[in-house]
């Protein structure tokens, strides 16, 4: 076994504690592989050890992997563990070393006496997230990194420590929370998003009688109304037999309440337009506190030559019975 360079030395020796007898690597060689695909597994490897004593990591770790696909031999396992430990990326240095405990040889384990403690240090460094979301299809982000959608089918397995929570999803109001992710345990995240608020509220009143509502030309009911709206500007008609229509237009903000009082104006039809009938409805106001008849007819100033038998202006009795 050769001696790693300095600089691996110091970049692995913390996570050793104390385990000098342990390489930082494992040589042992696969048992029942043909002798090209050892040679060549072989060749794959020393490359990677090459580039793990120059701290290249991402070229080590190409080499180990290719190595194994060659014939896959637990101690290429154990390097690839130590190549993701020194990148920082303890949830894949836990996997990969927890990997070579289960598939070496026991006369290989005997040889890393110093397995046991660092996958004790490697759990140390390594939280377990279960993230429970309400609503299907989040998308969940840990760390600013999408992880997945909700439901996830796994608890995640992350680098303890500080970490941001994020979850999104399309009509809801996106979620967000810093924690500390406790190492060697598991931690429960229920999530809740809340339904974005789209729409507004309008309610519509005139006095008097009920009179019907419509609403951007649709039918809506009739006053007192309360309608449900989507938020933005909106028209609306008030109508009322023997009044004129109301128009009116109002703008409808996310969780607003917008209340709308409007006055219905009676209309001028044929029959109030014609002189006889107000001017009879102010004789009948007048005389009728005094005298319970009738009134047909009463004095007014009519237009020449309409027929009726009198002048403008002339004065006539009134016609009681």
Not at 101 to 119: M, N, Q, T, Y
Not at 273 to 291: I, L, N, P
Request: aromatic share 6%.
């Amino acid at each position: 076994m050769r001696k790693p360079s300095g600089l691996w030395v110091v970049a692995v020796l913390a996570l050793l504690l104390g385990a000098a007898t342990a390489p930082a690597w494992a040589d042992a060689p696969a048992p029942h592989a043909s002798a090209e695909a050892r040679a060549a597994a072989a060749a794959l490897k020393r490359r990677g050890d090459r580039a793990m004593d120059t701290l290249h990591y991402d070229e080590a770790l190409e080499f180990y992997q290719r190595s194994y696909q060659s014939y896959p031999d637990p101690a290429v396992l154990y390097n690839e563990a130590r190549v993701h430990q020194a990148r920082a990326d303890y949830p894949e240095a836990l996997n990969l070393a927890q990997r070579f405990a289960r598939e070496a040889p026991a006369d290989l384990l005997a040889r890393v006496s110093g397995l046991p403690k660092l996958i004790e240090e490697l759990q140390s460094h390594t939280a377990t997230v279960e993230v429970h979301c309400n609503v299907a299809g989040a998308k969940i982000l840990l760390r600013e990194k999408l992880v997945g959608s909700s439901p996830l089918p796994a608890a995640l397995h992350v680098n303890a420590g500080p970490a941001k929570v994020d979850v999104v999803a399309d009509g809801y109001a996106p979620y967000h929370q810093e924690i500390d992710l406790p190492g060697g345990q598991t931690l429960p995240l229920t999530i809740v998003l809340a339904p974005l608020v789209k729409n507004g509220t309008l309610v519509v009143q005139v006095s008097g009688d009920p009179a019907s509502v419509e609403i951007d030309r649709t039918a809506a009911g009739v006053t007192p109304l309360t309608s449900e709206l989507s938020a933005g500007p909106h028209s609306i008609v008030v109508r009322r037999p023997g009044f004129e229509d109301k128009d009116a237009s109002t703008v409808i903000a996310a969780g607003e309440r917008r209340e709308l009082s409007l006055v219905l104006v009676a209309k001028r039809g044929a029959l109030t337009s014609r002189w006889w009938f107000w001017t009879g409805q102010r004789e009948v106001a007048v005389g009728g506190a005094t005298d319970a008849a009738v009134l047909i007819a009463a004095n007014t100033d009519r237009a020449h030559g309409s027929g009726q038998g009198f002048s403008p202006g002339t004065q006539t009795a009134l016609v009681r019975w």
